[in-house]
């Protein structure tokens, strides 16, 4: 059994509450990741779960066995670190089995792991070089070699991408899930990186200020966030809020009273519209105008200012658009998302009373 279970966990330092009653579950052979900022606690949850730091408060399990004050090398859990941390003097092979080796393992079970190891993350052709003659997305593949030749049941990874160009990254993501998915491992995995996490994970914890501010699917943040908070960290670019005020035929986007979004009232209230969800269109709609465009190639995205608000809004192509120039911009209904401007949580719309913009 390789299922995680946190209840209640809490780590402190002194008055600071790095992890403040935190409670999850990684499902036996999922791949859970904790999203979030720097600071918000994510890689502290990961060394409490490998028993690299001690619990505060509260209770850890892995497959139903209370685990809370056991040492790390009792856990049976593998790790891949933002560092590869690999020896420098030692070959590929040797750093692959180094724990085997500690842990006194017969040399032909040692030479067996390794080959089938080498063969799943493809250097075979590489285990006589050193790391100094690897590239980082190689030196990457060996710290995972090394995290799956130890045949544990569960892999924690904290940030192991970050320091990889781009077009690594992206070729790294899809070689780990695919791994995962063939090993049945169970993975919890640290990033920043939202991209990261809406590519890789069945569900996501994303994380502030040592809480979890939502829990779900990445279809789930991203087609319902919790919060805003939630709303700006998930989605590339981030969603547009903006504030609402009163209008006199409804809610309107602040400093345009033309532009009626929402029935009843808008002050306290914050409208958000995820920039692929709108549209230019040539009537109706709420008039704006273009401070700028960026050409991305496959898309543009187009910042309009309405009133004192500014919105993204990405077309497909090229849009030969300038400076100043006058737009309409348009949405569906149930692409609108409201949230209560003082505690930033959302706000359920009733879609039915709701007309396209």
Known sequence: MSEIDLQAVSKHYGAVRAVDRISLRAAEGKFLVLLGPSGCGKSTVLRLIAGLEDV?????LIGGRDVTRLDPDKRRISMVFQSYALFPHLTVAENIVFGLKVRRTPAAERGERLARVAELVGLTEQLARK????????RQRVALARAIVAENRICLMDEPLSNLDAQLRHGMRVEIRALQQRLGMTVVYVTHDQVEAMSMADRVILMREGRIEQEGTPEELYARPASTFAARFIGT????LVALEDGAGGAVIRG???STVLPGGG???ILGLRPEHIRLVGAGGVPGVVSNAEYHGAD???????????????APGRVELGEGAAVRLGWEPGDMHLFDAASGARIDLRQDA???A
């Open 267 to 269: 002050a306290g209230r």
């Open 300 to 314: 543009t995205i187009l910042t309009v200012q309405v009133g004192a608000e500014s919105l993204l809004a990405r």
């Open 354 to 356: 709701l007309q396209p």
């Open 256 to 258: 345009a009273p033309a």
């Open 56 to 60: 505060t408060r509260g209770r850890i």
């Open 131 to 138: 790391p100094a003659q690897l590239s980082g997305g190689q």
């Open 237 to 240: 670019p981030s969603m547009n």
